[in-house]
């Protein structure tokens, strides 16, 4: 059974950091996309970052240099280290697991960001 579990999602002041994780099971890790998207109330969700089975990420536009995505084969876990957070960063975060056929979510994590 596939799962994907985030956590490390909170309140945090503007202009804080957080690092999310997402732990996965059930895939050959080393095969998928990994990808963390987020959806803010009444908006859509949209990519923040991802990053390939080889390691190479890409990055939002509203995201690059305050995020960075990293992955763990090993661990098989996949990061994402938020700095310089935004009263527009909040939403739920959630982890995506992709490959041709195959794409699965996690539940999210919610991170709000407010003073």
């Known amino acids: 059974q596939v799962q994907l579990v985030e956590s490390g999602g909170g309140l945090v002041q503007p202009g804080g950091s957080l690092r999310l994780s997402c732990a996965a099971t059930?895939?050959?890790?080393?095969?998928?996309?990994m990808a963390w998207y987020r959806q803010a109330p009444g908006k859509q969700r949209e990519l923040v970052a991802a990053?390939?089975?080889?390691?190479?990420?890409n990055y939002a536009s509203f995201v690059k240099g305050r995020f960075t995505i990293s992955r763990d084969s090993a661990k098989k876990m996949v990061y994402l280290q938020m700095h310089s957070l935004k009263p527009e960063d909040t939403a739920v975060y959630s982890c995506?697991?992709?490959?041709?056929?195959?794409?699965?979510w996690g539940q999210g994590t919610q991170v709000t960001v407010s003073s």
């Open positions: 990053i390939t089975s080889g390691g190479t990420p």
């Open positions: 995506n697991a992709y490959q041709i056929r195959r794409d699965y």
């Open positions: 059930g895939i050959v890790f080393t095969n998928y996309r």
